[in-house]
């Protein structure tokens, strides 16, 4: 089965960037979609497609995705951005599954 | 307002059984796949199920696959999980979720409800 390996956990200051990586065996041939979770919340979507934004999600979200690794990036980190994000693709190599990575909680120190 | 609610969520013994529910409103239900989604107490993401927007492709993860079964009746804007031999694994909060585009498999999930406790316990 297909696997999305994530970083467990990435700290960054305030005004700075963070970048949540998102590892799978040419990954870069697949549609990557990033969510992120509140304590207590249910996930919201941030970027799918690799890069694009739903309507309301801050253009400080960016995304990119080549060869083995997809990154999530946060331009000028703010308090409200800590939280746990995840990765998800669809397998289809044998049949159609969804699959989340392992997730990575992001301290804004 | 584009809304999913979910409910059926019990505490349950193991080897027992339970369906869940998922009520959509503010869309084209019947135009959009949908999915199950699962999150174990402190744990991560765990995709369960998907039915297609006509409900004649259905999928599974392995770890649900011959115990449980979705379905939705789209003249009542409502999917469900029927969950039978229940393991204590199977604990966990159970989302629905939408795809993000119309007529589209195997998407981003745009929209969630806020989920439904499922507990299996002796």
């Known amino acids: 089965s297909y696997v999305l390996t994530q970083p467990p956990s990435v700290s960054v200051a305030p005004g700075k960037t963070a970048r949540i990586t998102c590892g799978g065996n040419?990954?870069?041939?697949?549609?990557v979609h990033w969510y992120q979770q509140k304590p207590g919340q249910a996930p919201v979507l941030v970027i799918y497609?690799?890069?694009d934004r739903p309507s309301g999600i801050p253009e400080r979200f960016s995304g990119s995705n080549s060869g083995n690794t997809a990154t999530l990036t946060i331009s000028r980190v703010e308090a409200g951005d800590e939280a746990d994000y995840y990765c998800q693709v669809w397998d289809s190599s044998s049949d159609h599954r969804g699959v989340f990575g392992t997730g990575t909680k992001v301290t804004v120190l | 307002e584009v809304q999913l609610v979910e409910s059926g969520g019990v505490v349950v013994q193991p080897g027992g059984s339970l369906r869940l529910s998922c009520a959509a409103s503010g869309f084209t239900f019947d135009d959009y796949t949908m999915h199950w989604v699962r999150q174990a107490p402190g744990k991560g993401l765990e995709w369960v199920s998907l039915i297609s927007w006509d409900g004649g492709s259905t999928y599974y993860a392995d770890s649900v696959k011959g115990r449980f079964t979705i379905s939705r009746d789209n003249s009542k804007n409502s999917l469900y999980l029927q969950m039978n031999s229940l393991r204590t694994e199977d604990t966990a909060l159970y989302y629905c979720?939408?795809?993000?585009?119309?007529?589209?498999?195997?998407?981003?999930?745009?929209?969630w409800g806020q989920g439904t406790m499922v507990t299996v316990s002796s």
């Open positions: 040419n990954i870069g041939s697949k549609s």
């Open positions: 497609y690799d890069s």
């Open positions: 979720a939408k795809d993000i585009q119309q007529l589209v498999p195997y998407d981003a999930f745009d929209i």
